[in-house]
């Protein structure tokens, strides 16, 4: 066989086999094992080690896209000697992803403005690169897409998608209360998701006034029940970061003589 047609059918094969970084790296790979000198065991162990880290970043960037975060935040950007309530001890331990294989959940509770959404992005985007299945909905997104299912009469494959996530993100309870059938809705959403896969929920209101966007005590207490089970409960009461820059941005652009005054 000669050299062009062993290269036509190397190429196919690799192609047929879906070994994509494979087929781009044999050529130069084989070129710097020849001046090394090195083995044919070394060359394929370099082949196949770069198809593997290859094939595990395509998958982490479709885990990713699948999690529909609004933005990609990491935990490097997050400020925490500006929110000192925030347990960053907690918050480090958690980037781990431990608390999802034990099916527990996080509560991020706070004023608007400090970092919740940030930090639940942050764990989110550790979690995708960790392997799991993650998915991102504000609340009021989420209820509102759980209305129309129903309407359709494909309630319970949109269910079926929220449990097949190892990690569902619940942002921003309590800014819009809800009817009694979205509440309904939410609750069983937390309901299935009760030990099969963790819930994180960021929220601006304590316990006490969760019944104001879900209307009725018995929901309330009831879903409280099942996400309080096992949970971390994370406190961003600090001042808000949006306010800070504002001020920041106020004493850089502000007269010399307003300074002086």
């Not at 065991?41 to 960037?61: G, Q």
């Not at 985007?125 to 129903?150: M, S």
């Not at 800014?175 to 609750?187: I, M, Q, R």
Request: hydrophobic fraction near 40%; charged fraction near 25%.
């Amino acid at each position: 066989m000669n050299d062009t047609r062993a290269t036509v059918l190397l190429e196919h094969h690799l192609k047929a086999l879906k070994l994509p970084t494979v087929l781009r790296e044999y050529v130069p790979v084989a070129a710097a094992c020849g001046q090394e000198k090195a083995d044919y065991a070394t060359y394929l162990l370099r082949l196949t080690e770069r198809e593997l880290l290859d094939r595990e970043r395509r998958a982490a960037d479709r885990r990713l896209q699948a999690a529909r975060l609004p933005v990609i935040k990491t935990l490097d950007t997050f400020v925490f000697a500006s929110q000192p309530s925030v347990n960053e001890a907690l918050i480090r331990e958690l980037m781990r992803g431990q608390y999802i294989a034990d099916r527990e959940n996080i509560l991020i509770v706070g004023n608007s403005g400090t970092g919740k959404t940030h930090l639940a992005t942050a764990l989110a985007f550790a979690a995708c690169a960790q392997g799991r299945k993650v998915r991102f909905h504000t609340v009021t997104h989420l209820v509102r897409l759980l209305l129309e299912a129903r309407e359709e009469r494909a309630l319970q494959r949109l269910m079926a998608q929220l449990e097949s996530q190892h990690l569902l993100i619940l942002d921003e309870l309590g800014y819009v209360p809800f009817s009694k059938v979205g509440a309904e809705l939410l609750f069983e959403v937390v309901s299935r998701a009760y030990e099969r896969l963790s819930l994180l929920v960021t929220t601006n209101l304590p316990f006490e006034q969760w019944t104001e966007v879900l209307g009725s005590e018995r929901l309330t207490g009831a879903l409280l029940d099942r996400l309080t089970h096992k949970v971390h409960i994370i406190e961003a009461n600090g001042e808000s970061f949006r306010l800070q820059e504002a001020m920041a941005r106020q004493k850089r652009t502000r007269p010399k003589d307003q300074k002086k005054s």
